[in-house]
């Protein structure tokens, strides 16, 4: 017997500003700072596009129209995650 498809997730993910220097991020009640020296794909991205974000997981957030996929661990815990990815020119 398969499991049917899960559910839509009821966490919610919400870009509340962009800055100068990176975007802030609304992720279970609490804010979360992505500077762009670590997340270079948000730098000259356009503004429309940052602020669709989607978490179809809890522990996973995309931005469709930049189709960059974040764990959620990488925000919160960057540590484990030396490898910084350049922006494709």
Do not use: C
Not at 13 to 19: C, N, R
Not at 24 to 52: G, M, Y
Not at 76 to 88: H, I, M, N, S
Request: net charge negative.
């Amino acid at each position: 017997m398969r499991s049917g498809l899960p559910g839509t997730s009821t966490s919610s993910a919400e870009v509340v500003a962009i800055t100068p220097n990176g975007v802030w991020l609304l992720l279970d009640d609490r804010e979360r700072f992505l500077p762009f020296e670590s997340f270079p794909w948000f730098r000259d991205a356009p503004v429309k596009d940052v602020l669709v974000v989607e978490r179809p997981l809890p522990h996973h957030l995309y931005w469709p129209e930049l189709d960059v996929d974040l764990h959620v661990d990488s925000i919160e815990a960057p540590e484990r995650y030396p490898l910084v990815a350049k922006p494709q020119d």
